[in-house]
């Protein structure tokens, strides 16, 4: 039973998230009354990118195509570590330090490997998702510590053991560790008030210009690693709003299932919304964007220590 | 942590989001959320203590502070054409971050009353009352718009009567009616002032209404 359900996790991780840009981009076409590509569209995209030639700069070295592969390893491994699905068992120990530090290997790596094309657009988009970073890591290691401190354990897939417990004083800490997260996955994904990832104006992007000198096999390995931590996130977010029903329902393992999907489905929606109905924030207001990410994580630390100290 | 500490210290959460805007209208939009959390904290302890004149109190708020007040500065904002406060003293998110530090300083601040005083049992009741006061004063101190003025006086009274709520057995009706109608009265001449001041001066910044003005 278990191997089928690992199985079961592999392909769903290999077919889910290009679905989900699939599901954004139709709906942004919906709202904005085009009839847009269809859902399966990434798809076709990846199998036209495999087939093409891939170009090189005569300033890159062998560290530009490495650090596209060494990126898909660390978010597939990822992948197994982050229990972004209920029914998703632990093959190793899913730690919150490990995924932290595997996240901060895999944005060390996208830099380092766009530096290395000699590109002045990668050079300056660099320096702002490390501008960026910096600000957003303590938005991200807090939410995940307020959720290791009110449940005891920084084991994942532990915080994320289903048990029908009617323990009320965790539902603050997981909505705002949620919450956090969420606006952090906005940044982090380069998504809309921070950046919108469907222009090609150099002087204002930020992932897109990272990526500007990939082609070929390796745009592809680019595109599925950035659906697929897309796709990890939204998982994470959707796991700490389900464990909030299940604190008050007793639901068994395939409704908790669904429920998960529903609610990573309805995250795609909120983001496409978000795309839709905003604009593109100007630079020097981007750290106020932050700043909410890290009132929210603060909030959840604060949850979670004063459920330890008043019990 | 009981259900009346939940809704206070949710109450205390859209304080300090209040203060990491700028827009006024979302300002008066979270301050209705707060006011609202606050008449569900009082709504609980009417049910803990079977106390039938704080249910009647919770109607009140809702009625007067979540909803009238509100509306009725907003119509004021209408008026007088301004939707942003924008020249704060520090950023508005640096504000919202020293609040979150007031609110872990209202905690320890709780302890120590709680200790000192056996019979209540709400200490998160205590940390929201302390914290709302504390994100008021700082809204009132760091905003230079007369309407923002207005905004942190009422989230300072807000704290005030989460404190009297989670210390006390319940107030008197009577008590409780008398602040609500002073504290209406005196919103409504501050709009009035608001609208006076905008229309003789052509600004509501406070801190430039001690040069005189010759019309």
């Known amino acids: ?311 | 942590m009981n259900i009346t500490d939940f809704f206070a210290l949710g109450s205390a959460c859209f304080g300090i989001l209040m203060l990491g805007s700028v827009n006024l209208r979302l300002n008066l939009f979270l301050y209705s959320l707060q006011t609202i959390f606050m008449a569900l904290a009082t709504l609980n302890q009417s049910f803990k203590l079977v106390n039938i004149e704080m249910y009647f109190i919770c109607i009140f708020i809702i009625a007067l502070k979540a909803l009238f007040i509100p509306y009725f500065l907003n119509n004021v904002l209408t008026k007088i054409d301004i939707q942003y406060d924008s020249n704060v003293m520090i950023p508005a998110p640096i504000g919202m971050h020293i609040s979150i530090l007031f609110l872990g300083i209202s905690q320890l601040l709780s302890d120590k009353i709680i200790q000192s005083m056996p019979s209540i049992d709400s200490i998160g009741g205590v940390t929201a009352a302390i914290s709302l006061l504390f994100t008021g004063i700082l809204f009132m101190l760091l905003r230079k718009i007369a309407i923002s003025q207005i905004i942190g006086f009422l989230t300072l009274e807000n704290g005030i009567f989460i404190f009297g709520v989670s210390i006390t057995k319940g107030l008197p009706l009577i008590v409780d009616l008398g602040v609500l109608l002073d504290l209406l009265v005196a919103i409504m001449i501050a709009g009035l002032f608001v609208f006076r001041i905008k229309s003789s001066f052509e600004h509501i910044d406070v801190t430039q209404l001690n040069e005189l003005h010759e019309n």
């Open chain 1, 1 to 311: 039973m278990k191997y089928i359900l690992i199985g079961l996790q592999i392909i769903l991780s290999l077919f889910l998230p290009l679905l989900a840009i699939g599901i954004i981009r139709q709906i942004k076409a919906k709202l904005q009354n085009r009839i847009g590509p269809p859902i399966i569209q990434p798809y076709y995209n990846l199998i036209k990118l495999f087939k093409k030639n891939q170009i090189l700069s005569h300033d890159s070295t062998w560290v530009f195509p490495l650090s596209s592969i060494i990126n898909l390893s660390i978010v597939l491994i990822l992948s197994f570590i982050i229990p972004w699905l209920p029914f998703n068992k632990s093959v190793f120990s899913g730690d919150i330090f490990l995924l932290i530090y595997l996240l901060a290997l895999m944005r060390f790596f996208t830099i380092i490997g766009s530096i290395d094309t000699g590109s002045p657009f990668s050079s300056f988009s660099t320096s702002r998702e490390v501008s960026l970073a910096v600000l957003l890591e303590p938005a991200i290691i807090l939410a995940l510590l307020a959720l290791a401190v009110a449940f005891k354990t920084s084991d994942l897939f532990q915080i994320f053991n289903y048990a029908y417990s009617l323990d009320l004083i965790k539902i603050p800490v997981l909505i705002l560790s949620a919450s956090s997260l969420f606006l952090a996955s906005i940044v982090e994904f380069s998504r809309c008030p921070i950046d919108d990832p469907t222009t090609h104006l150099e002087l204002t992007m930020i992932h897109e210009a990272m990526i500007i000198e990939n082609s070929g096999l390796n745009l592809a390995i680019v595109e599925y690693t950035y659906s697929l931590k897309l796709l990890l996130f939204y998982g994470l977010i959707a796991q700490c709003l389900t464990h909030c029903i299940l604190i008050i329902l007793n639901l068994n393992i395939l409704l908790q299932s669904i429920l998960c999907l529903l609610i990573i489905f309805s995250l795609l929606i909120l983001t496409s919304l978000i795309e839709s109905f905003s604009v593109k924030l100007s630079w020097h207001k981007v750290p106020d964007f932050i700043a909410y990410a890290l009132t929210f994580s603060f909030l959840a630390v604060f949850a979670a220590i004063i459920n330890g100290v008043s019990l």
